[in-house]
């Protein structure tokens, strides 16, 4: 599994990629488009991902695809 997320780190908005940033000093919706955009392409190879994106307020949000369900 591969895991994406979108949190503020040091006042700027970071992509992370299994816990390594990837790109920093964004805008919330640019990095959350980075995000969502990574995210598809390990889609469609086949890959399962967790995508968390950091609101506002701290709050995180979870998507999970492609794990199997046993």
């Not at 979108?6 to 000093?25: I, M, N, Q, S, Y």
């Not at 964004?26 to 990095?31: E, G, K, L, Q």
């Amino acid at each position: 599994m591969v895991q994406y997320a979108v949190t503020l780190k040091d006042g700027d908005w970071t992509v992370f990629r299994d816990g390594a940033p990837v790109e920093h000093g964004m805008s919330r919706s640019a990095a959350i488009q980075m995000a969502k955009d990574l995210a598809f392409d390990a889609e469609e190879r086949g890959e399962p991902v967790e995508l968390l994106i950091q609101g506002y307020y701290g709050e995180m949000s979870r998507r999970l695809t492609g794990a199997s369900e046993d």
